[in-house]
């Protein structure tokens, strides 16, 4: 095993100490910063969504900050404005939160859509333009939204186009009752002694290093093919099965073809392969289709939502 997937598996293990009960939610923000891609987390408050990335950021060498989301919130306040300065009579760029390793957008539908779309394409573009001058973004860049599904009054919901920028769209739910002891376990020890963060930090190096290794990890041309074809058929259902075809409008666009490739090699890695099997795409494919199949009005008044769209998909579309 490398040093930088001893330093990984590490990390992990120590995320699983401090976020008991979201298993996924950890798994999926390791797949995400080794597939170098942001995500989007739907919980309802209270679910460790904030300290996941606080702890996460614990673990590496990086800088972290969190933006609140709030409906008077300004795109300035996120990328950073031109101050002034008397003295010389000359204008400075003054970096917002943005320019951090790890950035966490707290309930980022509650800030209209002008504000969004600053944060959302510094996340696509990685750079951040003020007046006629680009400012780069840092080598590691992630950022981890936050959505409310309990209260919409008051909120912006993200436009199809601008989810699509996310790798993926995770869920995540109450604890199951062992894991809410183990929190209240958990929780009272860090009252009595603060959490200590573990003893190596992974550095900035290791992580690029953990993502070529994952680009450069084995894919049959079967697998291959099998995501494209999940795919197509998010696109044109009908040649695959009805049902499916009367529930979408339209599928996955190509930037979720390559979401699937690198989520699936991400999770394969992380379970210790060095290949990719069918069963890692079809692990990782509800994250990364979920926020980008649009459903028809017939699937919406069936009560059909898009996970069980995507298990129809799974089970129309033969393994090659």
Partial sequence: MTTAKQAIIALQEYLSSQIIGQQRLVERLLIA??????????????LAKTKAIKA???????EFHRIQFTPDLLPADITGTDIYRPENGSFEFQPGPVFNNLVLADEIN?????VQSALLEAMAERQVSVGKT????????LVMATQNPIEQEGTYPLPEAQLDRFLMHVMISYPTADAERKILQLARGEAIEAAKPPAQAVTQADIFTARQAIL???MAEPVEEYIVQLVLASRDARAYDDQ???WLEYGASPR????LDRCARAYAWLQGRDFVTPDDVQAI???VFRHRLILTFEAEAEGVNADQVIDRLIQVVPVS
């Avoid at 680009?134 to 860049?141: I, R």
């Fill in 134 to 141: 680009s400012y780069p973004l840092p080598d590691l860049f």
């Fill in 216 to 218: 450069a990890l084995h």
């Fill in 110 to 114: 509650r800030a209209p859509a002008k």
């Fill in 256 to 259: 979720g073809t390559i979401a």
């Fill in 33 to 46: 910063l080794l597939a170098d891609g942001h995500l989007l987390v739907e919980g309802a408050p209270g």
């Fill in 56 to 62: 996460l950021s614990d673990g590496l060498e990086a």
């Fill in 244 to 246: 499916l075809a009367s």
């Fill in 285 to 287: 494919a509800h994250d």
